[in-house]
């Protein structure tokens, strides 16, 4: 009885150590998991340098450190480097009346733009009236405004007559309407007000006004989208109040939250780096002493890791390399396409290509629609887009399956919700911890079951249960033996 209390209090204090342990470890798992990354990657690395250094562990584990920071490091800031150099060059580019030009040319192509405001008042004005008649009942001097009515649909006429900004069949469609709104407000003119021909002909000037209006500005969508596309100065003015209302707190924030992940980023770089080198250097020490403190056997830990070094090699591998082929083949599209900022446009679509949900289309499709919407030019936005989708997409579903040929046993549909269901709960490092974290899992299954099957194969020993054991078939008795 006193062992078992004892058990159960020992377990107690390693739960609650164990606790403390991983708060005062949980800011460091990230920085301590690259490391074990970065030492599997480049193990044929370190092992070179060991054979060259007279299996002097500590130099062979600095010089493989040193390798590693040159090859990751510089490389990544020269890439950066430049692709933020080609980012500025193009931002300082950018011309802000021939952007305002673009947008107000692009909205009439895509039929967006607002009819002038001479027009909308008219028809304002015209509508107003109509409908006023409509609700209520018409004063003696209806007659006179309607004449008025008449006056202001003849100079509507020859305003909508002057519109260039519409194709000529709309330009038809609204003379055809404003032709019949003026016969119709002709008849109302003529008409005498609260007599039964006045409400017959307010009528039909209705429906001639509704049919113009519906010519001229749209039926509700586009109303809708005309308005969206088309801010008024107060909207817009009210726009920029919102968004300094939402930057003002955001930009007080900045430089704590800024200054506090670059101090993050800092440290934990740091110890990713010193991490790197002891692992490398006491690696083997480590990983026997940890062996023996868990308590499972030998065979299943080195089954393991085992699979730990093949999955997070052939889904580091599969991932970098899939990246960095989309990007490279967007690259020779966009300078095809002839875009100004190639190297920069490679970088985002390899950086996006990372991303699940994202990839590479958030680039070449935003290009694509540059190159339509803005420049103009359909067969390079048409060809660019088609060369996304078959060339640069589809290279994906080559490389990725290519290296985890025979690496990694996940289903697709499995490997897909496990990268994202690791980004969802752990950020861009869930690419890499998501298919692992079930790779693992499936590994311990199979353990679990091979320890249940050889569980349920052992049997009692004879004579354990105070019975004697049966006699196989054919053996002779206890009297013969006896015999």
């Known amino acids: 009885m006193s062992r078992v209390v004892s058990f159960v209090v020992l377990a107690a204090i390693l739960a609650v150590i164990a606790t403390l342990f991983y708060r005062v470890m949980a800011g460091f ?6 490391a074990v990354v970065l030492v599997i990657m480049f193990r044929p690395l370190h092992g070179w340098y060991l054979t060259r250094c007279g299996k002097r562990t500590r130099l062979a584990a600095g010089l493989t450190t040193l390798t590693i920071l040159l090859i990751v490091l510089a490389p990544s800031a020269l890439l950066v480097s430049r692709a933020t150099a080609e980012m500025v060059a193009m931002a300082s580019l950018f011309d802000t ?34 409908r006023e008649w409509k609700t209520e009942a018409p004063q003696r001097e209806a007659g006179a405004r309607a004449e008025g009515l008449v006056e202001k649909s003849q100079a509507l006429q020859e305003l909508l007559r002057q519109r260039q900004d519409v194709s000529p069949a709309v330009r038809a469609a609204c003379q055809t309407a404003v032709e019949e709104l003026e016969q119709a407000l002709q008849a109302l003119a003529a008409a005498e007000p609260n007599e039964p021909g006045w409400s017959h002909a307010l009528s039909q000037a209705l429906t001639a006004y509704e049919e113009l209006e519906s010519r001229v500005l749209g039926g509700t969508l586009l109303r809708w989208l005309r308005a969206q596309a088309n801010p008024t100065a107060e909207e817009r003015g009210n726009l920029w109040e919102r968004v300094q209302a939402w930057l003002g707190p955001l930009a007080l924030r900045t430089p704590r939250v800024v200054g506090g992940w670059l101090v993050a980023l800092l440290l934990g770089g740091i110890v990713m780096i010193v991490a790197l080198y002891y692992f490398l250097a006491d690696g083997p020490a480590m990983l026997e002493a940890v062996m023996n403190l868990v308590p ?11 699979q730990f070094d093949t999955v997070s090699r052939a889904v580091v591998v599969a991932t970098l390399l899939a990246a960095l082929v989309q990007g490279g083949l967007a690259g020779i599209g966009y300078y095809v396409a002839g875009f100004q900022s190639v190297f920069f446009l490679t970088m985002l679509t390899a950086l996006c290509a990372l991303i699940p949900f994202v990839g590479a289309p958030a680039v070449y499709v935003s290009c694509a629609a540059w190159l339509l919407l803005v420049e103009e030019r359909l067969w390079p936005a048409v060809g660019l887009l088609l060369y996304g989708m078959a060339v640069v997409s589809s290279s994906d579903n080559v490389v990725k399956p290519w290296v985890l040929k025979g690496r990694s046993n996940l289903h697709p549909l499995l490997a897909l919700l496990s990268v994202l269901g690791g980004v969802k709960s752990l950020g861009p490092i869930g690419i890499l911890v998501g298919p692992l974290a079930v790779s693992l899992l499936q590994v311990l299954l199979v353990m679990l079951r091979t320890e249940l099957a050889t569980m349920g194969e052992q049997r009692p020993a004879a004579g354990a249960t105070g019975e004697p054991a049966a006699a196989p078939a054919g053996s002779p008795g206890p009297s013969a033996q006896a015999r």
């Open 29 to 34: 798992l990230l920085p301590l998991f690259l």
């Open 97 to 130: 009346a021939a952007a305002h030009r673009k947008v107000e040319k692009l909205r009439q192509r895509l039929g967006l733009a607002q009819p002038p405001e001479a027009v909308r008042t008219l028809l304002d004005e015209i509508g107003r009236t109509l």
């Open 296 to 306: 499972l056997d030998r065979h299943y830990q080195a089954q393991l890791l085992e």
